[in-house]
């Protein structure tokens, strides 16, 4: 089964188990003073900790009531706005004793509570009762993996302090995921408390620290999973796409479709179909909130949506819309449409309401190659990165050709050699899902080699491949998780673009990893490699998509033009006279520079331009449009005799006229090849 990123809705909608229940008691006072007098403390310390459990168990002598009891008195005291007001005595001074009682096995103390207390002073109580909890150990192993010895402590201290009084301590090679998600579900449904502001000031302060509590725990779960303890794989918990709530049958409806879905797409496809129908909603919700089932959507409604998209600003660039992302948008809520009517679903409209002339035009653009000056520059810096992980991802972009996602997805055995030595890279399945070999260059072989001896010094788990759910030893790990996309790749390019300066005046990068492959197919197709050679190279599904290289690389087309509006060309026909007298416009000129393969006729090329409307003429020998070059000589002659051939044709079936029509025509013909230098013969 595919793996994938956990949103913050399933995973508070997840199952956990709750610890064990304990019956909650007291523990003797005897037992307590034994506990004190062997932490070798301070006499007046000693009698401090005995007066406050005596006041403690005076005020709750079941414990069973004070675990029903409001928090706020549980806690003891409140953090206001502006002062901090004690609200039950006892319940705050007996806090140390309470942490004896759960470590002890007396008492599970709940997250609500250990959540709104802040700091946690648990382990000074463990290292008194002589408890390892295995802070030490776990934060070693952090640090085998790549993090700071110090923050890993850190985390590990916040975590399995919490852990050990809410579940009752025990090894950690017993932890497993039901503790993570049991410490993550208390977080965020702390957030939702009425009362949050009374123990950490405000909503905004709780998800600040709360952030921090969150990398904690993925700290330990990052740990625990290398440690062969947790299935779920470490990493960042995408936020969900909360639908709007003003239309609950349509947001119940878009949830089934999701559910439906998810198991044959990625993640992030599934995560941005969420927030498709959350932008479509919210415009619903707005614009025509009299909208409260899809059956009730109209052509209207999409088009309304469609008018609102374009004077849109993109939250990642805060200007409009692209026509691309506003077309993407509609095709996946088109899809919607789609799969609820082939389930036949109810309230869902039985016709299409989306056409595809509908649908926002998108620009073909050929591929943005690099400019031979740019790339030089811009490698140079590339190969002055200090991290040798994001070196090599981008030297290995350039020189394979690879998409993002494909050279993120590098395994540690994707490098050996064809049988002459040169380097092969197997590429894994990517867009197109299928795997690939292909030569690389030695450049970037070196640089992938050099990765890949530090790796091999690295024992971590195989993690999950995203597209295929096998476990594998990934190349560009970091802390024991897989690099992301911006720390691979958008850090470092930007870096390099900077020292290269190729920056735009706002000082954005000029260059995207994705022109690197573009640039790779472009070089192939001037340097004459078949179009099935970068086909394979660049994992194209069909030569449509290869044959933009080759058309935009044609050094025929390049040659044919420069014979033509060169100065000095050796030209003729009718025409010609307008370009030796320099009359066609610089317009003309330019149209003539991008389209000069579809002005080539059989034996010339006409000048034409599509503003003069179409041609009118067939004797296009004698058009004033017409041009012809020496290349097309070898035409000319045979035409000459195939017009020749047909007068003496005409002859002996007696046409007159049409002799006269192929004689005039093989004449003309004569001209040119005079005009031009060439004879006839």
């Given at each position: 089964m595919r793996a994938g990123p956990v949103s913050a809705a399933a995973m508070q909608a997840r199952a956990v188990e709750e610890p064990r229940k304990v019956r909650s008691c007291h523990c003797s006072a005897d037992e307590y003073d034994a506990f004190l007098a062997g932490c070798e403390v301070a006499k007046h310390f000693v009698q401090q900790r005995r007066s406050h459990r005596k006041l403690f168990v005076q005020a709750w002598p079941d414990l069973e009531e004070w675990l029903h009891a409001p928090l706020a008195d549980r806690i003891g005291r409140m953090d206001g706005q502006t002062r901090r007001t004690l609200t039950n005595r006892p319940s705050y001074y007996a806090r140390a004793y309470l942490y004896y009682l759960a470590l002890n096995g007396h008492l599970r103390l709940d997250y609500?509570?250990?959540?709104?207390?802040?700091?946690?002073?648990?382990?000074?109580?463990?290292?008194?009762?002589?408890?390892?909890?295995?802070?030490?150990?776990?934060?070693?192993?952090?640090?085998?993996?790549?993090?700071?010895?110090?923050?890993?402590?850190?985390?590990?201290?916040?975590?399995?302090?919490?852990?050990?009084?809410?579940?009752?301590?025990?090894?950690?090679?017993?932890?497993?995921?039901?503790?993570?998600?049991?410490?993550?579900?208390?977080?965020?449904?702390?957030?939702?408390?009425?009362?949050?502001?009374?123990?950490?000031?405000?909503?905004?302060?709780?998800?600040?620290?709360?952030?921090?509590?969150?990398?904690?725990?993925?700290?330990?779960r990052l740990v625990l999973y290398h440690r062969g303890q947790v299935q779920e794989v470490p990493r960042k918990i995408m936020p969900s796409a909360d639908l709007c709530a003003r239309q609950p049958a349509m947001g119940v409806l878009v949830d089934a479709w999701l559910e439906r879905r998810a198991p044959a797409l990625r993640p992030a496809t599934t995560y941005h179909y969420a927030l498709t129908a959350r932008r479509f909603l919210g415009h619903l919700a707005e614009s025509h909130p009299q909208v409260q089932t899809f059956a009730d959507v109209k052509h209207d409604h999409i088009v309304s949506w469609m008018d609102a998209m374009a004077t849109e600003l993109s939250p990642k660039t805060g200007r409009p819309l692209t026509a691309r992302s506003q077309r993407e948008r509609v095709l996946r809520l088109t899809q919607f449409f789609k799969d609820a009517e082939d389930w036949a679903w109810h309230n869902v409209p039985r016709w299409p309401l989306i056409a595809k002339r509908d649908l926002p035009r998108v620009p073909d653009r050929i591929p943005r190659y690099i400019p031979r000056a740019d790339l030089e520059r811009l490698m140079d810096a590339v190969r002055g990165l200090p991290d040798p992980f994001q070196r090599a991802a981008v030297i290995v972009a350039r020189w394979s050709g690879a998409r993002r996602s494909e050279v993120r997805r590098l395994t540690t055995d994707c490098l050996d050699n064809y049988p002459d030595g040169t380097a092969r890279l197997r590429i894994p399945v990517g867009k197109t899902a299928r795997e690939r070999m292909i030569p690389l260059h030695d450049e970037?072989?070196?640089?992938?080699?050099?990765?890949?001896?530090?790796?091999?010094?690295?024992?971590?788990?195989?993690?999950?491949?995203?597209?295929?759910?096998?476990?594998?030893?990934?190349?560009?790990?970091?802390?024991?998780?897989?690099?992301?996309?911006?720390?691979?790749?958008?850090?470092?390019?930007?870096?390099?673009?900077?020292?290269?300066?190729?920056?735009?005046?706002?000082?954005?990068?000029?260059?995207?990893?994705?022109?690197?492959?573009?640039?790779?197919?472009?070089?192939?197709?001037?340097?004459?490699?078949?179009?099935?050679?970068?086909?394979?190279?660049?994992?194209?599904?069909?030569?449509?998509?290869?044959?933009?290289?080759?058309?935009?690389?044609?050094?025929?087309?390049?040659?044919?033009?420069?014979?033509?509006?060169?100065?000095?060309?050796?030209?003729?026909?009718?025409?010609?006279?307008?370009?030796?007298?320099?009359?066609?416009?610089?317009?003309?000129?330019?149209?003539?520079?991008?389209?000069?393969?579809?002005?080539e006729l059989e034996l010339g090329h006409c000048l034409r331009l599509p503003s003069e409307g179409p041609c009118e003429c067939d004797l296009y020998l004698s058009c004033s449009r017409f041009v012809t070059t020496p290349t097309y000589a070898p035409r000319l002659r045979e035409r000459h005799r195939l017009e020749l051939s047909l007068a003496d044709d005409a002859r002996e079936r007696s046409w007159p006229r049409e002799v006269e029509r192929h004689c005039s025509v093989a004449r003309r013909i004569e001209q040119l090849l005079t005009d031009l230098g060439e004879g006839v013969d």
């Open positions: 609500p509570w250990l959540l709104a207390i802040g700091d946690l002073c648990v382990h000074d109580v463990a290292y008194h009762m002589g408890l390892d909890l295995g802070v030490d150990t776990l934060a070693t192993e952090a640090a085998a993996l790549g993090l700071r010895h110090e923050n890993a402590k850190l985390a590990m201290r916040w975590a399995l302090g919490r852990i050990a009084v809410h579940g009752g301590p025990r090894s950690i090679d017993r932890l497993n995921d039901n503790d993570i998600d049991q410490m993550l579900v208390a977080v965020r449904e702390f957030s939702k408390r009425p009362d949050l502001a009374a123990y950490w000031t405000s909503a905004e302060r709780y998800r600040q620290v709360s952030k921090s509590w969150i990398t904690k725990i993925g700290q330990l970037a072989a070196d640089a992938l080699r050099a990765v890949l001896a530090i790796r091999a010094e690295v024992a971590d788990r195989r993690l999950p491949d995203e597209r295929t759910g096998d476990l594998v030893r990934f190349v560009f790990v970091w802390r024991g998780k897989l690099m992301s996309d911006r720390h691979l790749f958008g850090t470092p390019l930007r870096r390099a673009c900077e020292a290269a300066s190729l920056v735009d005046a706002v000082g954005k990068p000029t260059i995207t990893m994705h022109r690197f492959r573009h640039t790779l197919g472009t070089e192939l197709a001037e340097r004459g490699a078949k179009l099935h050679t970068i086909m394979s190279i660049l994992g194209h599904e069909s030569p449509q998509m290869t044959m933009v290289y080759a058309r935009i690389s044609d050094a025929e087309v390049l040659r044919d033009y420069r014979s033509v509006l060169e100065p000095g060309a050796v030209i003729a026909g009718a025409g010609a006279e307008a370009i030796r007298a320099g009359a066609l416009s610089d317009s003309a000129i330019d149209w003539l520079r991008t389209n000069f393969l579809k002005t």
